[in-house]
């Protein structure tokens, strides 16, 4: 039963994917200039889909998050800085690179692979806690990441010095300002006000909310197809903390603290999700080298095959 489980959460995550390589490999579409899908997936698809599935949550469920929010939170945000650190200090990665491989490390692939898994282990109530955790990761470790980016990855006027105490102000802002950004603080700020996203908003934004995971999913695929996948060290290291270092973390947090039991399982089960594609699709945004990063979550997701089956066999036997 728990076999079955994690084929049809993760059957489908690796269809779309391959069909999307497929389509790069075959040139049936073109897999070197992404950018129109790209801002389709970031500017547009998925903050929708975060800010309906974090508004839509009544005020009582997402107070009851709390916790899954702030301890998802800190495991994210220390395995992002843990990342970061260890590879600035064991290879010349950039610290723009570092920082996107930091966030593919740190954030899981909660829209893609979190959804399903939680529809098919917890059931129709999964979706709370998939939304709540998009938004820790969403407004802790997206703005870190995409405050690095910024501050690295754009040179200034010729002629015309910055000070860092000016950039860093102005990195600040672009990063909080991205939509994929924006949305979901957005949301849980309008679920805890109390109010109720009615029926007409909901179905409008889902009808380009709804096609997220799968574009994202469609998108990484075709990125990946482009580049050559490559197993290194750093490959190796990066699948080892995101696939066990995470879970392993988030299970010490969650034991050490006194919340209920439900919560901490929920809490280890999403940790355990593997890498996500924010970072790819960051790094194509801002023109930076995503061989490294793509190579890290297609050795993430393939390992988290083992890793997730363990989890809901060891928590939600069946």
Same mark, same amino acid.
């Given at each position: 039963?728990?076999?079955?489980? /994690?084929?049809?959460?993760?059957?489908?995550?690796?269809?779309? /994917?391959?069909?999307? !390589?497929?389509?790069?490999?075959?040139?049936?579409?073109?897999?070197?200039?992404?950018?129109?899908?790209?801002?389709?997936? *970031?500017?547009?698809?998925?903050?929708?889909?975060?800010?309906? #599935?974090?508004?839509?949550?009544?005020?009582?469920?997402?107070?009851?998050?709390?916790?899954?929010?702030?301890?998802?939170?800190?495991?994210?945000?220390?395995?992002?800085?843990?990342?970061?650190?260890?590879?600035?200090?064991?290879?010349?990665?950039?610290?723009?690179?570092?920082?996107?491989?930091?966030?593919?490390?740190?954030?899981?692939?909660?829209?893609?692979?979190?959804?399903? %898994?939680?529809?098919?282990?917890?059931?129709?109530?999964?979706?709370?806690? %998939?939304?709540?955790?998009?938004?820790?990761?969403? %407004?802790?470790?997206?703005?870190?990441?995409?405050?690095?980016?910024?501050?690295?990855?754009?040179?200034?006027?010729?002629?015309?010095? &910055?000070?860092? +105490?000016?950039?860093?102000?102005?990195?600040?802002?672009?990063?909080?300002?991205?939509?994929?950004?924006?949305?979901?603080?957005?949301?849980?700020?309008?679920?805890?006000?109390?109010?109720?996203?009615? +029926?007409?908003?909901?179905? +409008?934004?889902?009808?380009?909310?709804?096609?997220?995971?799968?574009?994202?999913?469609?998108?990484?695929?075709?990125?990946?197809?482009?580049?050559?996948?490559?197993?290194?060290?750093?490959?190796?290291?990066? &699948?080892?903390?995101?696939?066990?270092?995470?879970?392993?973390?988030?299970?010490?947090?969650?034991?050490?603290?006194?919340?209920? /039991?439900?919560?901490?399982?929920?809490?280890?089960?999403?940790?355990?999700?593997?890498?996500?594609?924010?970072? %790819?699709?960051?790094?194509?945004?801002?023109?930076?080298? !995503?061989? #490294?990063?793509?190579? *890290?979550?297609?050795?993430?997701?393939?390992? +988290?095959?083992?890793?997730?089956?363990?989890?809901?066999?060891?928590?939600?036997?069946?």
């Amino acid at each position: 039963m728990t076999a079955n489980t /994690i084929l049809l959460a993760l059957a489908p995550v690796f269809f779309v /994917i391959l069909v999307g !390589y497929a389509a790069g490999r075959l040139r049936i579409v073109e897999n070197h200039h992404v950018d129109g899908l790209n801002a389709l997936v *970031m500017n547009f698809a998925l903050p929708a889909s975060l800010f309906v #599935a974090t508004a839509s949550a009544p005020r009582s469920e997402m107070l009851e998050q709390a916790p899954l929010f702030l301890i998802l939170g800190v495991v994210m945000l220390l395995v992002h800085l843990a990342w970061y650190f260890f590879v600035r200090a064991s290879s010349d990665v950039s610290k723009a690179d570092a920082a996107l491989q930091a966030l593919t490390v740190s954030f899981p692939n909660l829209a893609g692979v979190g959804l399903p %898994i939680a529809a098919a282990v917890i059931g129709p109530g999964g979706t709370v806690p %998939i939304a709540v955790a998009l938004a820790a990761g969403s %407004i802790i470790v997206s703005p870190l990441s995409l405050i690095f980016v910024e501050l690295n990855s754009r040179k200034p006027k010729e002629g015309i010095p &910055t000070e860092s +105490s000016q950039q860093i102000p102005k990195a600040l802002l672009r990063s909080v300002t991205k939509p994929v950004v924006l949305a979901p603080a957005v949301g849980v700020l309008y679920s805890l006000a109390g109010l109720e996203l009615d +029926s007409l908003a909901r179905t +409008s934004l889902m009808l380009i909310g709804g096609v997220a995971p799968g574009v994202a999913l469609f998108l990484t695929g075709l990125i990946l197809s482009s580049q050559p996948f490559r197993l290194n060290w750093k490959v190796v290291a990066a &699948t080892g903390l995101a696939d066990v270092g995470r879970p392993v973390l988030t299970a010490a947090v969650v034991f050490a603290l006194p919340i209920p /039991i439900e919560t901490a399982k929920i809490a280890i089960l999403i940790s355990a999700v593997p890498s996500g594609f924010f970072g %790819i699709l960051f790094a194509v945004n801002y023109r930076l080298d !995503y061989a #490294a990063i793509g190579s *890290m979550v297609i050795a993430s997701t393939l390992f +988290s095959i083992v890793t997730l089956a363990t989890v809901i066999a060891l928590l939600f036997p069946l």
